[in-house]
């Protein structure tokens, strides 16, 4: 009798344990499907945006933008504020000290500043070679209105890279390609506000207007994201932010209302109505995205740029 009771028990325990590492296991593969990842993550650059601009113009997707994401209106972009220096740091995860461009005019082998690092064709280690670093079959793709931008980097990780005209047309194929490709990451840059600044003048009734064509046309984009994502259960993650700001029709000067930009982040993962109190630059951009992407494992060390991790859910 005693044999067959502890045999009993014996077999209790068993099936006990195997219910607890069920349901152990199940937690388990519960908390690595609950962070939500992307399937692609859009960076969409806006020339010449400042905090005046996004404040004053009326702007409903970027402010939808902002109830439904992580923000900042107080992230900074680098010296000298000029578009080359910035868009660089945006793409290249750190400052001119680092990646030596230093004005529009920099070419990778016409530069004043040596970079600190350099791959085999002379260019400073991007977001791009990082990604493919990653993910060799990642589709990468560039969508640009500022001629310049394509020289700023290695352009060999990309699959696709095009000079387009405007904002629609910027838009348009950026969303083509990526129904059609499934990109792991594209960037966009438009550039009409930063046009509207120089010939108007930054806070011109002009400049506030070009504003709203970009926003308008951004949500235009945002709803064929959000129906294709629906239908096809993809999902996406999009960052907005500037490269500067202005004063009257320039830029590159020391002043707070060139170097204060947006920083606007919506998609998985990411908080709602959070503003970001952590200090941004703009060359924490790329260093966010791999976050975003998982790809960040092999960040070069020259890289002073870092996730901005309190936009994060997790």
Same mark, same amino acid.
Do not use: C
């Given at each position: 009798?005693?044999?067959?009771?502890k045999?009993?028990?014996?077999l209790?325990f068993?099936?006990?344990?195997?219910?607890?590492?069920?349901?152990?296991n199940?937690q388990?593969k519960?908390?690595?499907?609950s962070?939500e990842?992307?399937?692609?993550?859009?960076?969409?650059?806006v020339?010449?945006?400042?905090?005046?601009?996004?404040?004053?113009a009326n702007?409903?997707?970027?402010?939808?933008f902002?109830?439904?994401?992580?923000?900042?209106?107080k992230?900074?972009?680098v010296?000298?504020?000029?578009s080359?220096? /910035?868009?660089?740091?945006?793409l290249?995860g750190a400052?001119?000290e680092?990646?030596?461009?230093?004005? /529009?005019?920099?070419?990778? /082998?016409?530069?004043?500043?040596?970079?600190?690092i350099k791959d085999g064709?002379?260019?400073?280690?991007?977001?791009?070679?990082?990604?493919e670093?990653?993910d060799?079959?990642?589709k990468l793709g560039v969508?640009?209105?500022?001629?310049t931008?394509?020289?700023?980097f290695?352009?060999?990780s990309l699959?696709?890279?095009e000079?387009?005209?405007?904002m629609?047309?910027s838009l348009?194929?950026?969303?083509?390609?990526?129904k059609?490709?499934r990109p792991?990451f594209?960037?966009v840059?438009l550039?009409?506000?930063?046009?509207?600044?120089?010939t108007?003048?930054?806070g011109?009734?002009?400049?506030?207007y070009?504003?709203e064509?970009?926003?308008?046309?951004i949500?235009?984009f945002f709803?064929k994201l959000q129906?294709?994502n629906?239908?096809e259960?993809?999902?996406?993650?999009?960052?907005?932010?500037?490269?500067?700001?202005g004063v009257?029709?320039s830029?590159?000067?020391?002043?707070?209302e060139?170097i204060?930009?947006?920083?606007?982040?919506?998609g998985?993962?990411?908080?709602?109505?959070?503003?970001?109190?952590?200090p941004? /630059?703009?060359?924490d951009?790329?260093?966010?995205i791999?976050?975003?992407?998982?790809?960040?494992?092999?960040?070069?060390?020259?890289?002073?740029g870092?996730p901005?991790?309190?936009?994060?859910?997790?």
């Amino acid at each position: 009798m005693k044999r067959i009771f502890k045999n009993l028990l014996g077999l209790f325990f068993l099936l006990q344990g195997i219910s607890n590492f069920a349901q152990t296991n199940t937690q388990l593969k519960k908390g690595q499907n609950s962070k939500e990842k992307p399937t692609t993550v859009f960076f969409i650059g806006v020339d010449g945006l400042s905090v005046d601009g996004l404040t004053k113009a009326n702007t409903p997707t970027m402010d939808m933008f902002i109830k439904m994401g992580a923000s900042s209106l107080k992230a900074r972009g680098v010296m000298p504020t000029s578009s080359g220096p /910035n868009w660089g740091s945006m793409l290249l995860g750190a400052g001119p000290e680092q990646h030596g461009i230093t004005s /529009n005019g920099w070419r990778v /082998n016409d530069y004043s500043i040596e970079a600190t690092i350099k791959d085999g064709d002379g260019f400073f280690p991007s977001v791009f070679d990082i990604i493919e670093k990653e993910d060799p079959k990642a589709k990468l793709g560039v969508f640009h209105e500022w001629g310049t931008i394509k020289d700023l980097f290695n352009n060999k990780s990309l699959h696709h890279i095009e000079k387009t005209s405007d904002m629609d047309e910027s838009l348009d194929k950026a969303f083509a390609y990526f129904k059609e490709e499934r990109p792991k990451f594209v960037f966009v840059h438009l550039d009409a506000v930063d046009g509207a600044g120089h010939t108007f003048g930054h806070g011109s009734k002009e400049y506030y207007y070009e504003i709203e064509l970009i926003d308008k046309a951004i949500g235009v984009f945002f709803e064929k994201l959000q129906a294709f994502n629906k239908e096809e259960g993809t999902a996406v993650n999009i960052l907005v932010t500037s490269d500067h700001g202005g004063v009257g029709t320039s830029h590159g000067g020391s002043t707070m209302e060139e170097i204060i930009i947006p920083w606007m982040l919506i998609g998985p993962n990411v908080k709602r109505g959070h503003t970001i109190e952590q200090p941004i /630059n703009t060359y924490d951009t790329p260093a966010t995205i791999l976050r975003l992407l998982d790809a960040d494992k092999h960040i070069p060390i020259q890289w002073t740029g870092k996730p901005v991790l309190e936009a994060f859910k997790n």
